[in-house]
């Protein structure tokens, strides 16, 4: 059995963001790591979407960018400049190709191919099974979703954030390339959370994605059908469909830190990486791999990594409200975007505010809706 110091399991986007930060640390340079997968990821298979406050890290990367968004809903629609934040969009192929440009030149980093069946504590360190062999190290970094207990429990709320999209070119310039639209729930709600999400890249291409918060994915061609009402909507027929991309992402406040142990660590999505009341992944798994990297020179415990704070009770009592009256959330958010500036939000939803400001989105919601919900939670925890 081959030993390394670290193994990350899954070469995904919090895989390969954790194994880039490794790579850049002298901390690491005599330790081995090994990145298994069944397939060197590369291509345009995902979109991912963050803001972030000027420059960052993965500028080199972006395919997009856009200092204004648009929000949309019943009663209220509004342009809003964002500054200092600007909203981010990478396609998965300059992200592949910069980390692994990366990750090749690394002589202590190895990419093994297989597909990861299990991982085992052993006291000293860990196993990991793929369908060819098995590995063991001292740590391991775990982003492939082996355990299912999150479905399958109830004393937290399950929605998904799934969505279909298509990336339309057209024959005549329809978009503004300025702006990017974050929300648009002006679309036949159909008793659940649904809107659309815009991204022009330029004034004939952009991708239209539609999206739902709720329990149940629908039929594909569902989505399609909404996407095709939506363009005839605002006039846009003369268009060609260039690429598709579809995909579902669990919300939830469940802990998935407590299936962690001394020398396993889940991230990414398996370990709650995501940001449970919008389902953004991409900057979370960024801070979440940085702050880890810090950990990892100070402590051996891997178990003592997550940690709840306010916002994991906020994003809770969120997804309760919107699991119970799935329906009101177009008019949740509009109220929320309408009472509170954009850029109040956006440092929210980055787990960023001080409880002063946090107090100014409490307050843009119905308070009657919330405190009952509120005190229905307490009993549960």
Known sequence: MKHFDYIISGAGAAGLILARGMAADAFFEDKSIALIDLEKKKGNDRTWCFWENGNGQWDEVLTKSWKNIFFGGPGYEQRLDI?????????SENFYKQIWKTLDKAPNITFIQGKVQSISETGDGAVVSTD???????????????NRDYEKQTKYPLLQQHFLGWFVKTAKAHFDEDMATFMDFRVPQRSNTRFMYVLPMNKKTALFEYTLFSENLLEQSE???EIRNYLDKHGITDYSIEETEKGSIPMTAYNFGKHNTRNIINIGTAGGWTKASTGYTFMNT???AV????????????SKFSRRNKFWFYDLILLDVLTDANHLGAKLFTGLFKRTKATTILKFLDDETSFREDLSIITSMPILLFSKTLFRRLFRL
């Open 223 to 225: 989505y399609e059908e």
């Open 286 to 288: 960024s801070k979440k």
């Open 291 to 302: 702050e880890l990297i810090k950990f990892l020179k100070k402590e051996t415990d891997l």
């Open 83 to 91: 500054k200092p934040y600007v909203y981010k969009m990478i396609r």
């Open 132 to 146: 060819q062999e098995q590995f063991s190290a001292k740590k391991v970094f775990n982003s492939v979703i082996l």
